[in-house]
């Protein structure tokens, strides 16, 4: 046997006993390892699967309930809504709750749709976009129903420079302040809505005709 044959059979025997020694310490680690890679491989797909078919399921239910709602069946809709909030997957019981008040609203209970927007508001588990959006449906409501102080309470924060919803949160205040005879606060939350480039067209044309009227009329009326 020549020198480079014995050396070639040599190096291969340490090869192997070096792999056998690697083997049994870390053998079983690879082992687990690959044994825990599937299993939570399959576990990830099982979940995926799940709480896709949970938002499929809500999403049908919440189609159904605005469905009813839009034939006038507000008692029906009102009871789906509630099953929602209480069974609902993701975004859907909020969702519902925000739908609940406003089939409230539309069936005359505005006592009732302000009390669960208020909830809504006053809900630290919701986004402050929902919160003030929650808000502001509120004080709309109660720009009919409700005194200056009531919409003002829910509506002046948003009424700040910067906030998306300080064009109808104006709007609404100052529709308030003018039922109230506030008529220098109707005056100038109008004139921050019609000098506001950012205000949409249709809220700056009202604005615009509300001060029309405001200027129009003596300060007795």
Known sequence: ??????????NEELRQDQFKSLWRRFGP???GAAVLLV??????????RWTSSRANASGDAFSQALELAR????????????????????SYPLLARMRSATVLAADGNTEGAVAAFDAIAADRSVTDVIADIARLRAGLLLVDHGSYADVSARVETLTADGNALRHTAREALGLAAWKEGKRDDALQLFQQISGDAEAPRNT???AEMMIELILGSSPAE
């Open 1 to 10: 046997m020549s020198d480079d044959s014995f050396i070639r059979e040599v």
């Open 204 to 206: 700056r044309q009202r």
């Open 39 to 48: 299993v939570a491989t399959a576990g990830y797909v099982g979940y995926e």
């Open 29 to 31: 680690i690879a082992i």
């Open 71 to 90: 034939q006038g069946e507000n008692d029906d809709a009102l009871a789906a809504f509630g099953e929602l909030e209480e069974s609902g997957y993701g």
